[in-house]
């Protein structure tokens, strides 16, 4: 018995034994790759005292890319001089800089899209071990997490012959346990996670302004068959995780190729998107007889532009082109409801059971409850920060914030 007393009493006096990982937030758009936490309810207020900072990096380069959160450490993107893409490491804790790496690399974006600026876009990739990162000339690099050496480099415009893309490398980096998926080289490939070389290559349409896809894949299970769903900048595919064979592939209609949004599951075998220049719709994916089938299950005349929604209850919560709000319902695909205030360009969204964190690329943080009946707005701040383009993370009771010029870590309450 007193065996058993001392072992408990061990067991409790260890803090590792009892003390649970801390949340991470490890690629684009989060855990689950569709912008939804899983945890305790979020507070209802985001300002004053309800939000606190716990450090803050200054004087960064700009960047696009959304903060990958690990264990007991955040990595950030940033081009400086328009010239060096730089990835860094920081101590989760303290902000205190663990590792520094850099490439050349940079491009200028055509004259249109010049005030998005010419600097990194894509959000990083992190399996625990590696991150994988994608420089803006179609160049893929992999990098040791713990202390940013360079595993491998896979440049596309020099293995493929292809130009480098007139937007960017946009697409955000997918990772399963063999491969790394990505629209990059004018087509949509995997690459082998160890050695960098291309396993297969499809959906090809030659680079240039139409190489450059916007766009990231998602995983998901549709007519019974597991595969990776993308959209390039002229269709909506289902393809093989394996093979790299197109299962599947429907025309998705928008303005000069802006099919932007990260396709998004949903049901048994349905995948929204929305487009600028297009609609919104929800695709039906059938099989029979080893022959797939799409249908639109429904469209609605609303056009959606950068801002992936986030889905509760069978709701999506979508900032569109003309800068509302809208709620549909996904079964019906009727808008349930849509605001009379227009916000900024772009919003990234976390949900989290009935809450949904809202980052408008102006610097504010909204908190917004996901009622399918109205617009509940439960509280709003304004950041003391540069525009906030890149995802915003949330960890647990921490908020991670990439802005333009630097890179922030808030707390709710106290710990």
């Not at 902000?95 to 050349?104: A, D, H, N, P, V």
């Not at 004018?186 to 302004?209: E, H, N, P, Q, Y």
């Not at 009727?334 to 969204?349: I, N, P, Q, V």
């Not at 009935?354 to 409850?369: C, H, Q, S, T, V």
Request: net charge neutral.
């Amino acid at each position: 018995m007193r065996t058993l007393q001392t072992l408990l009493c061990w067991l409790v006096m260890t803090p590792w034994a009892t003390a649970a990982e801390p949340a991470t937030w490890t690629q684009w758009r989060g855990p689950n790759r569709d912008g939804s936490v899983h945890g305790p309810a979020w507070p209802d207020k985001i300002s004053g005292e309800a939000l606190k900072v716990v450090w803050r990096v200054e004087k960064l380069g700009p960047s696009y890319s959304g903060p990958i959160v690990a264990a007991d450490r955040i990595f950030t993107t940033q081009t400086v001089d328009k010239k060096m893409e730089v990835v860094t490491a920081y101590d989760r804790k303290t902000g205190k800089e663990l590792w520094k790496t850099s490439w050349e690399g940079s491009i200028t974006v055509p004259f249109f899209a010049a005030k998005n600026g010419s600097w990194i876009r894509s959000t990083p990739a992190y399996d625990g071990q590696t991150l994988y990162v994608a420089g803006i000339r179609d160049v893929l690099v992999a990098l040791n997490g713990a202390t940013g050496q360079e595993l491998w480099r896979l440049d596309f415009v020099k293995e493929l012959g292809t130009p480098p893309p007139d937007f960017g490398f946009v697409c955000s980096p997918l990772v399963d346990e063999t491969g790394v998926y990505v629209q990059a080289g004018g087509s949509f490939a995997k690459v082998d996670k160890k050695t960098g070389k291309i396993l297969w290559r499809t959906l090809k349409d030659g680079g240039g302004m139409m190489g450059s896809a916007f766009s990231s894949p998602v995983f998901a299970r549709l007519a019974g068959t597991d595969q990776v769903v993308v959209q390039t900048r002229t269709q909506l595919a289902g393809v093989d995780r394996e093979s790299g064979k197109v299962l599947w592939a429907k025309e998705i209609p928008s303005f000069r190729g802006m099919n932007i949004l990260t396709p998004l599951p949903f049901g048994d075998d349905g995948i929204f998107t929305s487009t600028y220049g297009g609609n919104t719709r929800l695709l039906q994916i059938t099989s029979a007889g080893g022959k797939y089938d799409t249908t639109d299950a429904w469209t609605l005349k609303y056009e959606g532009n950068m801002s992936t929604p986030v889905v509760v209850d069978g709701h999506a919560y979508l900032l569109g082109k003309d800068k509302r709000l809208v709620c549909v319902n996904l079964k019906t695909g009727k808008e349930a409801w849509s605001t009379e205030e227009r916000f900024g360009d772009y919003w990234s969204l976390v949900a989290n059971n009935d809450k949904i964190l809202a980052l408008d690329n102006r610097g504010i943080l909204f908190l917004i409850k996901a009622n399918a009946k109205e617009y509940e707005l439960l509280d709003k701040r304004k950041l003391d920060t540069s525009d906030t383009w890149a995802h915003l993370a949330v960890c647990g009771d921490e908020i991670v914030i990439r802005d333009l010029n630097g890179l922030t870590v808030w707390r709710w309450g106290q710990k």
